[in-house]
């Protein structure tokens, strides 16, 4: 897998999606492939080099792109949404031939399980210059509204490894230790994370940071938890119209003043436990589960990779290549088993 100096101790969201994806990559396949997520430093002579962007264009480990030459030096750039692959064209303008887009991917947490407890439990599971800035006064001040709610907050660039970043949050993690109905968990693994999710009702994120994708969102819809957020970056296209969104707005009293509404709209509504409300939860989790599974995932980068590499193939020969015992498999020749078959030139399995 690609390191770098900023990713060798990490364990944020890019890293686990990197890990996942090479467990379960054909490594036939794989081992054609340079696949670096975010940011380049060494480029392979060898291989097909992908860059898999997970941030803006704005980015400083981005900007290059805007280079032809710099752009003509990997084969393909992958998307994590719809929302990024359009900020890359529009603003370093690299054309969409160039960009897939493959969205991000989970462990499906199963059926939806429903809440039946007394209290009304919210999490933040991100980075705290995302938006817990906004998330601590307004759950003080809807606490003294609500004497039934409580807030698990995960959140450090220990994650990272960045301990030092934490240093301009110390007095907000301060509030969040110092509430009796906020318990401040720092930076934690994935999975203590998904327990604590399975248990919670809200994932209350007042997003000030210009998503491209949101794995904290997936994995709490996953989990059957209601989302509340701003319509802000690529959250609306994440949350596929699950989420509880509010229209966004950069000046940050009104911005609190806008998710305390849609928040305080969202407790009352969690409270009243409606069969209606755990009807649309299970068919949220359903889909989440599916859509974002990597079971689904993993058939679209392989069939990516094997795109990419026969398309070099057929540049090389005007004729296709089988490899031994392919002809073992169906006389339908297919890349995979939910596309069409392509014309000659492009076909290429490999063995198993």
């Known amino acids: ?43 392979a002579a060898d ?13 400083e480990e981005a900007k290059f792109l805007a280079s032809p030459d710099n752009l003509a030096r990997f084969d393909g750039l992958v998307c994590v949404s719809h929302y990024q692959a359009c900020l890359y064209n529009l603003i370093p303008q690299v054309p969409y031939r160039k960009m897939v887009v493959l969205q991000n991917a989970i462990e499906p ?47 450090s660039f220990n994650i990272y490894g960045w301990a030092q970043r934490d240093e301009p949050y110390r007095q907000l993690f301060d509030r969040c230790r110092a509430h009796p109905r906020i318990r401040y968990h720092g930076a934690q693994p994935n999975h203590v ?11 209350a994120y007042p997003s000030i940071w ?40 950069e000046d940050r009293q009104s911005h609190a003043e806008r998710f305390c509404l849609a928040l305080d709209a969202a407790i009352r509504a969690v409270k009243r436990r409606a069969h209606e409300d755990a009807t649309a939860r299970s068919f949220q989790v359903d889909y989440f589960n599916r859509f974002y599974s990597w079971d689904r995932r993993i058939t679209e980068w392989n069939a990516y990779l094997r795109g990419l590499f026969c398309r070099r193939a057929s540049i090389r020969s005007d004729r296709f290549r089988v490899f031994p015992g392919a002809a073992r498999r169906s ?4 890349l995979n088993n939910h596309r069409p078959v392509l014309p000659s030139p492009l076909l290429c399995l490999f063995e198993k």
Not at 47 to 57: A, G, M, S, V
Not at 193 to 200: G, H, P, S, Y
Not at 216 to 244: D, K, M, R
């Open 210 to 249: 210009p998503e491209t994708s949101c794995v904290a969102a997936i994995e709490a819809l996953s989990s059957g938890c209601l989302v509340i957020c701003p319509a802000y970056g690529a959250l609306p296209e994440t949350c596929a119209n699950f989420a509880s969104l509010y229209p966004f707005t």
């Open 331 to 334: 006389s339908a020749l297919r």
């Open 47 to 59: 291989r097909k080099r992908i860059f898999w962007l997970h941030d803006t264009p704005s980015e």
């Open 109 to 155: 947490f199963g059926a939806y399980r429903p809440r039946r407890g007394a209290t009304i439990r919210l999490i933040y599971h991100t980075t705290p210059h995302r938006g817990l800035e906004i998330l601590v006064p307004v759950f003080e001040h809807l606490a003294k509204v609500h004497p039934d709610i409580e807030l698990d907050v995960f959140s």
């Open 193 to 203: 994370v998904r327990e604590t999710l399975r248990d919670c009702d809200i994932f």
């Open 1 to 43: 897998m690609e390191t770098n100096e900023l990713s060798a101790r990490a364990l944020g969201g890019t890293e686990a999606m990197l890990a996942a994806l090479h467990a379960r990559l054909d490594p036939e396949l794989a081992r054609h492939f340079q696949i670096i997520p975010s940011r380049a430093r060494q480029l």
